[in-house]
């Protein structure tokens, strides 16, 4: 093989790169096509196309009879090779004459386009491999300025526009500018970045239209049990009952089409999202595998305008009721024919009512946002461990070294340094805690929690309370005495957002920014109240229920 592809290389024309058809030698003894050779001469060219020698306009053409008989010897043949010519959607050797290869570089000062061929003088002439080299592009002249006739290899921030050297040194003078790699190495970090988020964007989509299918599929589980279930109840009340048995199944029916239409439309508006971003995704990878600098840098002005996603939050769902308080009106009030008839139809019409699909508002994000919800919280004297001093109009504890003169309760903290809020916290809303000394516990707890003991009422070490521990170095989450670390720095400032109906509690990390250190979704069973721990070892440590603004 070896053998064959030096006869091919050495029965080559230099020109058309092909092998020689009706060689002619020139006086250098260079060989080329006759045709080629001819079309080269024609275009008042004087030297010769591989060593340069200067040749007489009108030296004839010697047919080389030694190489067709060597190429008849050899047996071989010009193969179509149609592959590497240069197509419609190509980038054509600017050399190359008659019909042209396709390029293999563009070279950024020559401003031309070379085939494989035509590109060995940039490969082995030591001047010519000084010149920088890059992947072919149709766009190659539109990266010339107009105005300079140079190559536009650097970026004007001040302007946004792609300029040559001089264009830096005249009307962009002292303007930032930096080389147009550079400005295509920072932007593609934004795309890399607005694609991770639009893939993010999409998982949570992904997560959310499951979701809601998952709970289309309760609800209507939920209404054909009740359906049968009440249809049972209504064929024991016998004859006097059916006018009504057939109204409360349509009800339940009509409401059942109303939640799961609502469900339905949140999913299809996901849908839609998922499509947009699906196509926005494909348009950033399209634009993020650009290899012309400039090229990318055009585009990137249209893409980046792109409109934000809609989606703000991930949807949660916990459904208040389904239709099972129906079955429970109805066998509440079997067996009483006349009555229910005048009596309990209400009761009925009321429970199918109250069927619900919880789409929880969106989690605050900003601290502004979380502010709409502030709660001012006093903490309750009655509960304070007798050490504990209250002070700030009681939104202020601090450690102290002796007991204070607290009377007698039988809510009062004895075996651990706790207090309790005054009022609880229900609904939306959010408090800041700022402390200082070696260490405190952030919680929310049931009222009943044990006042005395060791487990049972340390905030955290039970099922009745949940709290984020803090000391020093690190901080962790605790419930039911399991233990998850969330924070590997000191955080001084803890904010707590509570949504009592949605099941939810999340913990933040207060500063410029919020940062989300736990959450937990679970229904709760009794009213919350806020509450801290101090450090036993920490003598004048202090927490503080910040006033929010």
């Known amino acids: 093989m070896a053998g064959v592809q030096l006869h091919r290389e050495t029965l080559s024309c230099s020109i058309c790169l092909d092998l020689l058809k009706d060689p002619v030698t020139l006086t250098c003894g260079d060989s080329f096509c006759k045709n080629c050779i001819k079309d080269h001469r024609e275009e008042q060219r004087r030297s010769c196309p591989h060593c340069r020698e ?18 008849k010897k050899t047996g071989l043949h010009a193969a179509p090779a149609d592959h590497c010519y240069a197509g419609a959607e190509d980038v ?9 290869r396709k390029a293999l570089n563009n070279c950024l000062v020559c401003l031309a386009s070379y085939c494989e061929g035509h590109l060995q003088p940039h490969l082995q002439a030591p001047a010519l491999k000084k010149h920088k080299l890059v992947e072919p592009s149709k766009n190659l002249q539109e990266n010339i300025c107009p105005r300079h006739d140079k190559m536009m290899d650097l970026f004007c921030r001040t302007d946004q526009q792609c300029i040559c050297y001089l ?30 988020e639009v893939q993010q964007k999409l998982q949570d989509i992904d997560r959310d239209v499951k979701v809601l299918q998952q709970e289309r599929k309760t609800l209507t589980l939920s209404a054909d049990k009740t359906v049968k279930d009440t249809d049972e109840s209504f064929t024991e009340m016998m004859r006097l009952l059916q006018k009504r048995s057939s109204d409360v199944m349509q009800l339940i029916r009509s ?13 299809e508006k996901l849908q839609q999202e998922i499509t947009e971003l699906k196509k926005k995704e494909a348009e950033l990878k399209q634009l993020s595998l650009t290899h012309d600098h400039n090229q990318f840098l055009l585009n990137y002005r249209s893409l980046s305008a792109l ?11 916990r459904p208040l009721r389904h239709f099972e308080d129906v079955t429970a009106a109805v066998a509440k009030d079997r067996g009483q024919l006349q009555d229910f ?5 209400t009761n009925i019409s009321l429970a199918v009512e109250q069927v619900d699909v919880l789409l929880t508002e969106p989690e605050p994000k900003t601290r502004a946002e979380f502010f709409r919800y502030s709660q001012e919280i006093k903490l309750d004297p009655n509960t304070a461990h007798t050490e504990l001093l209250l002070s700030e109009g009681n939104r202020k504890v601090t450690l102290m070294n002796e007991p204070q003169s607290y009377p007698h309760q039988t809510d009062r903290f004895t075996d651990v340094y706790q207090v309790l809020s005054e009022e609880s916290v229900t609904g939306r809303c959010y408090w800041e805690v700022e402390w200082t000394g070696r260490g405190v516990s952030v919680a929310v707890t049931y009222k009943n929690i044990s006042s005395s003991g060791s487990d049972e009422c340390v905030f955290g070490y039970n099922y009745k309370s949940w709290a984020l521990d803090c000391d020093l ?43 989300l250190l736990h959450r937990v979704q679970i229904m709760f069973t009794q009213p919350l109240y806020a509450g801290v721990w101090l450090c036993y070892s920490s003598l004048g440590a202090t927490a503080e229920f910040c006033k929010l603004k």
């Open 255 to 267: 409401k059942l089409e109303t939640e799961v239409r609502r469900v339905t439309d949140a999913e």
């Open 92 to 100: 054509a050797c600017d050399v190359c004459t008659g019909r042209k």
């Open 54 to 71: 200067i040749f007489k306009p009108r030296s004839k053409l010697k047919k080389d009879l030694d190489l067709v008989e060597e190429l």
């Open 341 to 345: 008839l005048i009596e309990t139809w």
């Open 307 to 317: 409109s934000p996603s809609t989606h703000s939050s991930t949807i949660h769902i």
């Open 473 to 515: 170095n690190s901080c962790e989450f605790v419930h039911n005495s399991i233990k998850t670390v969330v924070s590997g720095v000191k955080v001084s400032k803890v904010g707590v957002y509570l949504d009592y109906r949605a099941g939810l509690l999340s913990f933040y990390r207060v500063s410029d920014t919020m940062t």
């Open 167 to 196: 264009c830096s040194v005249d009307e962009h003078k002292d303007h930032d500018t930096v080389s147009a790699a550079a400005e295509r190495t920072h932007k593609q970090r934004e795309l890399d970045l607005s694609r991770e």
